[in-house]
T-cell receptor, first 113, second 111 residues
Framework: QQQVKQSPQSLIVQKGGISIINCAYE??????FPWYQQFPGKGPALLIA?????SEKKEGRFTISFNKSAKQFSLHIMDSQPGDSATYFC????????????FGQGTTLQVKP | DSGVTQTPKHLITATGQRVTLRCSPRSGDLSVYWYQQSLDQGLQFLIQYYNGEERAKGNILERFSAQQFPDLHSELNLSSLELGDSALYFCASATRNSPLHFGNGTRLTVT
């Protein structure tokens, strides 16, 4: 019940394309869903986050879509660029503690020029 | 740059040994979190300290312990090290319910 399942494990997209990464959770008490981006040799960095009172949040080329009934949320990267090549992690928490996160297994994105 | 500083960047040690990892949080952040990142387990929350007090505990082994000092820096102590403890250890800091800011990690290799 505490797991967050992320797919796909890896993704290759052409420059300018749309990258889509999906996550699913079981615990209905989860109420904070961030996405983190990690480059090699660096720590994860917050990309965008959503709470379940909205179904979509957009920041620049990054959009989170949230489906509360299906217990799923996804990250869409529009107009993907080679600089977006990184590992992406979804996460969730419901403890009222936005730092105590349960992470998905990660998706390695490669954007080809 | 997240503002979170972790030292050392790399650590190589032998099984059975003890090591200490250090973290300086962002200026003004009272909470420090420790995470372990390994290939098989992914990113896992270990423990949180808030203003010197333990606030939350995750999948932290009994051989591991942490503390946060009055100047808010934190140390993660790993003892009786096993090969399976080889991983990246991240520290992150935050103010109350603000997003986490991660350091660049300490890569621990146990041989």
């Amino acid at each position: 019940q505490q797991q967050v399942k992320q797919s796909p494990q890896s993704l290759i997209v052409q420059k300018g394309g749309i990258s889509i990464i999906n996550c699913a959770y079981e615990n209905t008490a989860f109420d904070y869903f961030p996405w983190y981006q990690q480059f090699p040799g660096k720590g994860p960095a917050l990309l965008i986050a959503i709470r379940p009172d909205v179904s979509e949040k957009k920041e620049g080329r990054f959009t989170i879509s949230f489906n509360k009934s299906a217990k799923q949320f996804s990250l869409h990267i529009m107009d993907s660029q080679p600089g977006d090549s990184a590992t992406y992690f979804c996460a969730a928490t419901g403890s009222g503690n936005t730092g105590k996160l349960i992470f998905g297994q990660g998706t390695t994105l490669q954007v080809k020029p | 740059d997240s503002g979170v500083t972790q030292t050392p960047k790399h650590l190589i040690t032998a099984t059975g040994q003890r090591v200490t990892l250090r973290c300086s949080p962002r200026s003004g952040d009272l909470s420090v979190y420790w995470y372990q990142q390994s290939l098989d387990q992914g990113l896992q929350f270990l423990i949180q300290y808030y203003n010197g007090e333990e606030r939350a505990k995750g999948n932290i082994l009994e051989r591991f312990s942490a503390q946060q000092f009055p100047d808010l820096h934190s140390e993660l102590n790993l003892s009786s090290l096993e090969l399976g403890d080889s991983a990246l250890y991240f520290c992150a800091s935050a103010t109350r319910n603000s997003p986490l800011h991660f350091g660049n990690g300490t890569r621990l290799t146990v041989t």
